[in-house]
């Protein structure tokens, strides 16, 4: 899936998302299992999107590099972290085939970017790829959204919201595949020095599996599961619990 014309309006819709509870949990994290000297720490940025994290995680003074399908995304991560004052290489790859990171300290994968993956292949694979690239002792961290928030939260459901910039209009129908949804989205942007608003839609697949599903692939992998908990907490996994974050251990 490429976002298109949705790369060039991301942050503007991404303005209320959490991003630094994202880096508090990987901090919480590092400290945990690679302990407090574990510096320098090296992390790919999985699905890094417009660099947002990527930045972030930078600005900690770890060794950041960022990966993603969108050139269109990477163009915007590039022109962000020169404005930042930080180098960050950018990769245009398949998280699915990861490459050129052998023996990095973390990968993360969030922002429910591995919900995007439509195959149970692909997720092993996704997987696979992580712990080659991982040193020993590495860590994998990823959210993604829960079943419940599949079910409860996207199914069926319409979301709107109307700016003086950017309006939109998002519809969840249910995928082919079991807990999946498609993300119909239209956009009507403003443009610049006019009244007049321009209209493009996208359509987003999402697909997600349950919490033992998940460990079990890991596992397979070679992975050891540290902790699976909700909603950026590092202490507890509730029932309502809409986005799950996982670590994994080479």
């Known amino acids: 899936m490429a976002y298109g014309q949705f790369a060039h309006i991301y942050d503007q819709l991404m303005q209320d998302v959490p991003y630094d509870k994202w880096v508090s949990f990987v901090q919480t994290v590092k400290q945990r299992y690679m302990g ?57 790859q398949n998280m699915a085939e990861l490459e050129g990171f052998n023996g990095v300290d973390c990968i993360t994968i969030f922002c429910d ?5 439509e195959t149970e292949e692909d997720v092993k694979r996704t997987f696979q790829s992580a712990f080659n690239q991982l040193k020993k002792g590495g860590l994998l961290l990823f959210d993604v959204h829960s079943l419940y928030k599949m079910s409860q939260v996207f199914m069926n459901n319409t979301f709107t919201s109307v700016e003086e910039e950017v309006s939109y209009i998002w519809n969840s129908f249910p995928g082919d595949f079991p807990n999946s949804v498609e993300h119909e989205l239209s956009f009507f942007v403003k443009e610049e020095e006019s009244d007049r608003y321009l209209r493009f839609d996208e359509l987003h697949f999402q697909r997600t599996f349950d919490v033992e599903t998940y460990k079990n692939w890991l596992k397979e992998v070679g992975f050891a599961v540290k902790s699976i908990t909700g909603d950026y907490s590092t202490e507890h996994l509730a029932d309502h619990t809409e986005r799950v974050f996982f670590v994994a251990q080479k």
């Open 36 to 92: 407090e000297d574990s510096n320098p720490f090296s992390v790919v940025d999985v699905g890094c999107g417009t660099g947002e994290l990527a930045v972030r995680f930078a600005q900690q003074g770890w060794e950041v590099s960022g990966v993603d399908l969108s050139e269109s995304m990477l163009a915007i991560a590039h022109e962000k972290a020169s404005a930042s004052g930080h180098s960050i290489p950018l990769f245009e």
């Open 113 to 117: 970017s591995l919900n995007y993956l």
